[in-house]
């Protein structure tokens, strides 16, 4: 018999979106889940006490649908085996969460460390997933971090801290009523197609990052406070896309909203991240990664810099430094913003009515249509 924490994930699952390894259905019926985790052993069959070992446990081709119990998952887990759906009992009760940080050395006394891209506590290569209904935390404590003195010890650099990232490999990647909560790069978009449907982003630096096409509608956006006053305390985009696409970072129907301490008018919209790149005459900020974000119809607080928009530094062939303005060396646009955060002015360029037909969901995600779960808990 399966425990009553396992039938309650059970009944969460509902039919997933459609892929070549998914079976169509009706989205009014309950699918009964290939596998199921709860912190609680049992006989019953594939039944995991970790996420990460229901992952493993699917056949290459995937086309598994793993239910989730409510509970705390401490673990790091990564997916690189295609079309399989994930979902847990909500963003209340299913949590994962893991506190890998750049700085932090690979083994005890090492001198490598892992990097921001190494640290994602659910980290996506593959195609066809679905994560639905839980939180996913990257628990490094960057506040306590950032409390401790220069000249304190146990003060630790690299800060970046990942919940969340879609890789090199990823792409069809749906992402529904999930909270992610992290601080400085909470969610990392490195490559394809992804589709964020409600729930929200927490975060403060960076936190949502990098050169993939992603489309987030009706999502809660929350900007973190920081420990210091500062000029900027935050920035909700930094993309890194390539001038050969169309798309990158596209938000509508979204709110940003602030967490308590956030100060008024701190918070620009996004900044250009030309990452640094090995070329033939060697390595230095990308040109080529002429950034995108667009708002549409998004609600903005008051903590939204009246500004919109700020420059983002890179290196030089030569060796130097500059400053990438998101004006000229940027594709950053809004369209009907509204609430306390929204000004119109020359720094925050504005699409037209005739440029805003474009964004459609099929132009957006080239024609993927993606389904969502019939229900949420």
């Not at 589709?195 to 990052?209: A, L, M, Q, T």
Request: charged residues 20%.
């Amino acid at each position: 018999m399966f425990k009553s924490a396992i039938v309650v994930g059970l009944m969460l699952v509902m039919t997933a979106f459609s892929t070549q390894s998914h079976t169509t259905a009706s989205q009014n019926s309950v699918a009964k889940a290939d596998a199921t985790v709860s912190l609680q052993p049992t006989d019953a069959r594939n039944h995991y006490t970790s996420v990460q070992a229901a992952v493993n446990a699917a056949p290459k081709e995937g086309g598994w649908t793993i239910a989730i119990a409510p509970g705390s998952y401490y673990e790091r887990v990564v997916i690189t085996t295609p079309n399989l759906t994930l979902v847990g009992a909500g963003m209340d009760a299913t949590r994962i969460y893991f506190g890998r940080y750049a700085g932090q050395p690979v083994k005890p006394g090492s001198n490598e460390t892992w990097g921001t891209f190494r640290t994602a506590t659910v980290d996506v290569d593959t195609q066809n997933i679905h994560l639905a209904n839980m939180t996913i935390e990257n628990s490094f404590d960057y506040r306590a971090n950032e409390a401790r003195g220069k000249a304190d010890a146990d003060r630790v650099n690299g800060e970046q801290a990942v919940a969340l990232k879609t890789g090199e490999y990823a792409d069809k990647i749906v992402v529904e009523n999930v909270r992610l909560l992290g601080f400085q790069d909470t969610l990392y978009v490195q490559g394809g197609r992804s589709y964020f449907s409600g729930g929200e982003i927490h975060g403060h630096v960076d936190f949502i990052f990098g050169n993939g096409n992603a489309l987030f509608e009706g999502v809660d956006i929350y900007s973190r406070s920081r420990l210091k006053p500062q000029q900027y305390t935050g920035f909700i985009t930094a993309p890194s896309t390539l001038i050969t696409d169309e798309f990158g970072l596209t938000f509508i129907n979204c709110r940003l909203l602030k967490e308590d301490n956030v100060p008024d008018g701190s918070v620009p919209l996004g900044r250009p991240w030309h990452p640094t790149t090995t070329f033939a005459d060697g390595r230095y900020a990308n040109p080529f990664a002429v950034g995108k974000s667009v708002f549409i119809n998004t609600f903005m607080d008051s903590h939204i810099a009246t500004e919109g928009w700020t420059s983002m530094g890179g290196s030089t062939p030569e060796g130097g430094r500059k400053e990438f303005s998101p004006i000229t060396e940027a594709r950053f646009r809004e369209y009907n913003s509204n609430g306390p955060g929204a000004v119109k002015h020359d720094s925050r360029p504005q699409l037209s009515g005739t440029d805003v037909e474009i964004y459609s969901k099929y132009n957006i995600l080239d024609g993927w249509q993606p389904a969502l779960l019939a229900t949420k808990p």
